[in-house]
């Protein structure tokens, strides 16, 4: 590195004149920096960057970004058609398609607000996401409008992707319209243009609302870092030009916010290539990277840990990698190494972010990650972070107190619930994280979590909403759910349950699997005859529960 700190660089690139310049913005949460050069709307960033080099791959087919904004164009006028109007929502359920991106660039054309849905929600979850959003359209593929055919009436149009021979399919829709200009819509940065759903400890998920300005600044945030890593370099460090253009694998679902915003939204700001994925298959991955010469691969540290076993055994010349990125989970310090030690080019890196933080908050990459890799990264340009007390008081660095956050990149509300906000909001403005953390200067590190979350995976599991489905069993009595350590995952799905004699396991895990996403469905159920342990104040005593829970798996084991 050169002598300059990443402070020096940061105050260099974000001085008034250059390309990153900070403002600071007063708003109802206080004081925050904004990026004066920012398009106003993702609208303005899809228009100032369709040119003719190539953005997308899936299979067979290819989009250059001017066909890919034509296409988005042409979904516009469809959704508008449908009477989709500023401020309606648009509902999108359906695998890592290409008309995933392109439905939702055509909604926050129009002012609409796109709505991500869990690809993997059983029927009951699609219901509720539908009842609670109330979108005008749902854009679903053959599954997902199987699942929604199967809800009563809602009031929300299907209209069909990718089911040839289906009537209003969306393809043979906009095949039939030919060019379009892009539907006319007066659009500001603080317009609402998102919904996702995230997972919180108790009950049903939570709609994540944010605006254009919350979206873009966790891109141009990212840009930064990248832009500061360059001008880091020391003057001896030769420059060389890249191999390879710039192409990321999608691998990662676009409900999320990882894969939206990192996937999508900041590859058509950058103009790099996405090679995109409907589900996750290691072997399927590494021959894509070979073939397309994919230089960028960003994911949960489950998948990128299969990436590194598969490049172990494999004979494919994944030498075109030059970063493999994660987050949405802890990566363990061994695999960071091993991603160093296992290509050939790639540097490692991570990050930390949530969904309220359009998934900005640090990141960390390099040798920096390498020196420090239980860390989860520094902080970005316009992200505050703090440690507090349980009474909202700062502490200092090196003491461990729940992580809470400011800046830009945060979201507006979530969606019909102030019961939550009310909640998740420090008197002054910070947003409660639920994170257990410390701080090293701008250094994060995540410890532990104050919520019941189990993030398996990177999907976040509520504890609670688990819980309530176990309990609706008719021979369930009392459920605890807990997060057990997966090697591969991060942590799996645990439970023990106290139910009438009648109760039998195998039952309930068919039970269960009606009524939730798999992902949720418990890996390992513990049932007892005794009522569960409870502490003094009635509550279930769930950290011994999931220390025995975790006693018998291992006994499991061999």
Same mark, same amino acid.
């Given at each position: 590195?050169?002598?300059?700190?990443r402070?020096?660089?940061?105050?260099?690139?974000?001085?008034p004149?250059?390309p990153?310049?900070?403002?600071?913005?007063?708003t109802?949460?206080?004081e925050?920096?904004?990026?004066?050069?920012?398009?106003?709307?993702?609208?303005?960033?899809y228009?100032?960057?369709?040119?003719?080099?190539?953005?997308?791959?899936?299979?067979?087919?290819?989009?250059?970004?001017?066909d890919?904004?034509?296409?988005?164009?042409?979904?516009?006028?469809?959704?508008?058609?449908?009477?989709?109007?500023?401020?309606?929502?648009?509902?999108?359920?359906m695998?890592?398609?290409?008309?995933?991106m392109?439905?939702?660039?055509?909604?926050?054309?129009?002012g609409?607000?796109a709505?991500?849905?869990n690809s993997?929600?059983?029927?009951?979850?699609?219901e509720?996401?539908?009842? !609670?959003? +109330?979108?005008?359209?749902l $854009?679903?593929? &053959?599954e =997902?409008?199987?699942? #929604?055919?199967?809800?009563p009436?809602?009031?929300?149009?299907a209209?069909?992707?990718r089911c040839?021979?289906?009537?209003?399919?969306?393809?043979?829709?906009?095949?039939?319209?030919?060019a379009?200009?892009?539907?006319?819509?007066?659009?500001?940065?603080?317009?609402?243009?998102?919904?996702?759903?995230?997972s919180g400890s108790?009950?049903?998920?939570?709609g994540?609302?944010?605006?254009?300005?919350?979206?873009?600044?966790?891109?141009?945030?990212?840009?930064?870092?990248?832009?500061?890593?360059?001008?880091?370099?020391?003057?001896?460090?030769?420059?060389?030009?890249?191999?390879?253009?710039p192409?990321?694998l999608?691998?990662?679902?676009?409900?999320?916010?990882?894969?939206?915003?990192?996937?999508?939204?900041?590859?058509?700001?950058?103009q790099?290539?996405?090679?995109?994925?409907?589900?996750w !298959?290691? +072997?399927h991955?590494?021959? $894509?990277?070979? &073939?397309? =010469?994919?230089?960028? #691969?960003?994911?949960p540290?489950?998948m990128?840990?299969?990436?590194?076993r598969?490049?172990?055994?494999?004979?494919?010349?994944?030498?075109?990698?030059?970063?493999?990125?994660?987050?949405?989970?802890?990566?363990?310090?061994e695999?960071?190494?091993?991603?160093?030690?296992?290509?050939?080019r790639?540097?490692?890196?991570?990050?930390?972010?949530?969904?309220?933080?359009?998934?900005?908050?640090?990141?960390?990459?390099?040798?920096?990650?390498l020196?420090?890799?239980d860390?989860?990264?520094?902080?970005?340009?316009?992200?505050d972070l703090?440690?507090?007390?349980?009474e909202?008081?700062?502490?200092?660095d090196?003491?461990?107190?729940e992580?809470?956050?400011?800046?830009?990149?945060?979201?507006?509300?979530?969606?019909n619930?102030?019961?939550?906000?009310a909640?998740?909001?420090a008197?002054?403005?910070?947003?409660?994280?639920?994170?257990?953390?410390?701080?090293?200067?701008?250094?994060?590190?995540?410890?532990?979590?104050?919520?019941?979350?189990?993030?398996?995976?990177?999907?976040?599991?509520?504890?609670g909403?688990?819980?309530?489905?176990?309990?609706?069993?008719?021979h369930?009595?009392?459920?605890?759910?807990?997060?057990?350590?997966?090697?591969?995952?991060?942590?799996?799905?645990?439970?023990?349950?106290?139910?009438?004699?009648?109760?039998?396991?195998?039952?309930?895990?068919?039970?269960?699997?009606?009524?939730?996403?798999?992902?949720?469905?418990?890996?390992?159920?513990?049932?007892t005859?005794?009522?569960?342990?409870?502490?003094?104040?009635?509550?279930?005593?769930?950290r011994?529960?999931r220390?025995?829970?975790?006693?018998?798996?291992?006994?499991?084991?061999?």
């Amino acid at each position: 590195m050169s002598q300059l700190g990443r402070a020096e660089v940061r105050a260099a690139l974000t001085a008034p004149g250059q390309p990153y310049e900070l403002q600071t913005v007063q708003t109802d949460r206080g004081e925050i920096r904004w990026f004066a050069n920012l398009p106003q709307t993702l609208r303005d960033l899809y228009d100032q960057n369709a040119t003719d080099k190539e953005f997308l791959v899936f299979g067979d087919e290819r989009l250059t970004f001017r066909d890919a904004h034509d296409r988005i164009a042409r979904i516009a006028a469809v959704l508008r058609e449908h009477g989709v109007q500023k401020g309606d929502r648009v509902a999108i359920s359906m695998r890592n398609y290409p008309e995933w991106m392109l439905s939702f660039a055509a909604a926050s054309c129009l002012g609409a607000i796109a709505v991500g849905m869990n690809s993997l929600w059983q029927t009951e979850e699609m219901e509720y996401a539908l009842r !609670d959003a +109330a979108p005008k359209v749902l $854009l679903a593929d &053959r599954e =997902r409008l199987a699942q #929604f055919r199967e809800l009563p009436d809602l009031g929300v149009t299907a209209i069909p992707v990718r089911c040839e021979g289906e009537p209003g399919e969306l393809r043979e829709r906009i095949a039939v319209l030919g060019a379009v200009p892009m539907p006319e819509q007066e659009l500001s940065a603080d317009d609402p243009v998102v919904i996702l759903y995230t997972s919180g400890s108790t009950g049903h998920p939570k709609g994540v609302l944010s605006t254009h300005r919350g979206v873009l600044a966790a891109i141009y945030a990212w840009e930064l870092d990248a832009a500061e890593q360059i001008a880091r370099r020391s003057p001896d460090e030769p420059v060389v030009p890249p191999p390879f253009p710039p192409t990321a694998l999608l691998g990662i679902p676009l409900f999320h916010v990882m894969g939206l915003h990192g996937g999508f939204v900041a590859s058509w700001r950058a103009q790099r290539r996405v090679v995109c994925m409907t589900k996750w !298959d290691v +072997a399927h991955a590494a021959e $894509l990277i070979e &073939r397309e =010469r994919v230089t960028s #691969f960003s994911a949960p540290p489950a998948m990128t840990g299969d990436l590194v076993r598969e490049a172990q055994r494999s004979s494919r010349d994944l030498s075109s990698l030059a970063s493999v990125g994660g987050g949405g989970a802890a990566r363990a310090p061994e695999q960071v190494r091993q991603i160093d030690a296992t290509f050939q080019r790639a540097v490692p890196s991570i990050g930390w972010g949530m969904t309220e933080t359009n998934a900005a908050g640090t990141l960390i990459s390099g040798a920096e990650y390498l020196a420090h890799p239980d860390a989860a990264g520094y902080r970005l340009s316009v992200i505050d972070l703090r440690v507090v007390d349980s009474e909202d008081r700062a502490l200092p660095d090196g003491e461990r107190g729940e992580l809470q956050v400011r800046g830009a990149p945060m979201f507006v509300e979530y969606w019909n619930r102030p019961d939550a906000m009310a909640d998740s909001f420090a008197p002054d403005g910070w947003f409660r994280t639920g994170d257990v953390a410390h701080l090293d200067g701008d250094l994060l590190y995540i410890v532990d979590r104050v919520k019941d979350l189990i993030i398996r995976g990177g999907e976040n599991i509520g504890c609670g909403h688990v819980e309530a489905v176990l309990l609706a069993h008719p021979h369930v009595v009392e459920a605890a759910v807990y997060a057990v350590p997966d090697e591969r995952l991060g942590e799996e799905v645990g439970a023990t349950v106290h139910g009438t004699p009648e109760l039998d396991v195998d039952d309930l895990r068919e039970f269960l699997s009606r009524h939730l996403a798999r992902h949720e469905v418990p890996r390992y159920i513990f049932a007892t005859p005794e009522p569960l342990a409870r502490t003094a104040t009635g509550k279930v005593f769930k950290r011994e529960l999931r220390e025995q829970g975790v006693a018998l798996v291992e006994q499991q084991q061999p």
